[in-house]
């Protein structure tokens, strides 16, 4: 920021010098406004060209040229070189900084790719950075990607056509644990569905549709699930109007400003001190008070489990809890979120 103001300032004092001295020049010499700015150049750049009125200047026009000349002078050495500095030391920090990217992506491992940052790509970004997640943001459009790393600075993006192999590379996708898809275009979507499932078979690929038929082919080309943005905006409309307050309590869970309280999923790996407990003797809410409200186990959802439900090796459990809340419990457990 210091930077830019020292730059205008520098840019500033420039015009200001050619128009004063453009306006001096016209007054005392009476040259026409084009001959003043001409003369007003040579002498501040010390050119040496011949001056323009013919008969060479007054005494009251050559002192005011002494006047421009030790302006100028002044001027030039901070004004060129704060104009300069701000250029080279610009682009040197961008170069700097595009480095240090490349070099943070290429260690990230169970990350996220989001491609595109229009309207939906900034949501998901918004929630990856609320839940701190680790994410690369791809975009082609450069203004995109400076808005985002200028609100988020420890976010990681980059510029760059997410339908090319080689831009996925190096967002470093085959450590990624998923790739959402939420460019504007159906068949740019589609595309890079295609080249990130070709280089990570396992990846997990999310992407935005606009119709049913864009579904079925979004999931022909390799996508896990598809998300129609339109669709979900009606199912909310209609929900506010009939259960209104139910909808105020999930939006306060899933986006609380005030209060961090966060759905979450739990995957029971065979090594945890859950598996094989039943949920009364789980601990869950004694070391933290998280509150277990549905278990997914053999592709079946069980809503609000009794407390005598084992929890098995591979089910999923779906816990509700604040931030402090849910990191008790995972320090209790001895795993890293995400």
Known sequence: MENIRSFAIAVS??????????????????????????????????????????????????????FVIVFAIAI???????????????????????????????????????CGMGKTGWEVVSELERIQVPYVAIDTDETKVEK????????????????????????????????????????????????????????????????????????????????????????????????PHVCDFLDFVTRGQDVTLRLEELYLAPHLKLVGKRLRDSQIREVSDAIVIGIRSEGQMKINPGVDTVLESGDTIILLGDEGQLRELYSFLGVERG
């Open 148 to 243: 985002l790393l200028n609100l988020y600075p420890r976010a990681r993006a980059m510029v760059g056509n997410a339908m090319e192999e080689g831009v996925l590379e190096s967002a470093n996708i085959r450590e990624a644990r998923a790739v959402i898809c939420a460019l504007p275009d159906d068949a740019d979507n589609i595309v890079a569905v295609l080249t990130a499932r070709g280089l990570k078979i396992d990846l997990l690929v999310i992407s935005r549709g606009v119709d049913e038929e864009s579904v079925r082919k979004l999931k022909r080309a390799g996508a896990d699930q598809v998300i129609l943005p339109a669709q979900i905006a009606g199912i909310r409309m209609a929900s506010f109007a009939v259960r």
């Open 76 to 114: 030039g050495t901070y004004g060129i070189g704060t104009i300069f500095a701000f250029l080279i030391e610009g682009r040197l920090r961008h170069a700097i900084r595009r480095k240090r990217m490349e070099k943070s992506i290429q260690k990230l491992v169970d990350h996220y790719v989001v």
């Open 13 to 66: 004092l420039i015009l200001g010098l050619l128009f004063a001295g453009t306006v001096g020049y016209s007054l005392i010499e009476g040259l026409p406004p084009l001959e003043a700015l001409y003369m007003t150049v040579i002498t501040a750049s010390t050119v040496g060209f011949q001056e323009v009125p013919a008969g060479g200047l007054t005494a009251p026009g050559r002192v005011f040229t002494v």
